[in-house]
């Protein structure tokens, strides 16, 4: 006998019927879900409109784009040096463009901010470009409070 046993055969039958009836339900289950239920085949043209929705979202998001900026550059020389420069933010959520349109003034004196504080020649050069890009992405989220600014595309930028 095994150790399960109580010795007390009202208990012994009630735990072998629990057992059997565990063990039952279990290959029910088992028998439904793999050989009778058969899951319905989805329907062509809600899944084609599902995954063209998704991809939509996923490859074009929402973005917000700042106005045009033209900024004063230090400069050496006695020649003034400016950027011409349009700057699209691309935000985690679309919800957050709310909150960049808000805080538009703000976000533009900090674009301001940080090309005055970068020389002409170093934001005429691809590491430069890169460096302005992370450093007003990395101000613009910190004057929103969180990261709200995914991605920051220059469909303009031009230094003279």
Excluded: C, W
Excluded at 56 to 81: A, H, Q
Excluded at 116 to 122: A, T, V
């Amino acid at each position: 006998m095994s150790a399960a046993l109580t010795g007390k055969k009202p208990i012994d039958l009630a735990l072998a019927g629990l057992s059997l009836l565990a063990t039952l339900g279990a290959l029910g289950v088992f028998v439904y879900t793999q050989m009778i239920y058969k899951k319905p085949l989805p329907e062509d043209t809600i899944e084609r409109l599902k995954m063209m929705e998704e991809a939509r979202n996923s490859v074009f998001p929402e973005g917000y784009k700042l106005d045009k900026l033209i900024i004063n550059l230090k400069s050496r020389r006695t020649k003034l040096r400016y950027l011409d420069v349009e700057i699209h933010f691309v935000p985690f959520h679309p919800k957050y463009n709310e909150n960049l349109e808000l805080n538009k003034a703000l976000i533009n004196d900090a674009i301001i901010d940080v090309a005055g504080n970068m020389e002409p020649d170093e934001l005429n050069s691809s590491m430069g470009k890169i460096l302005f890009e992370t450093r007003v992405k990395d101000r613009v989220n910190k004057i929103l409070g969180k990261k709200m600014v995914k991605e920051i595309y220059f469909s303009r930028f031009v230094i003279q």
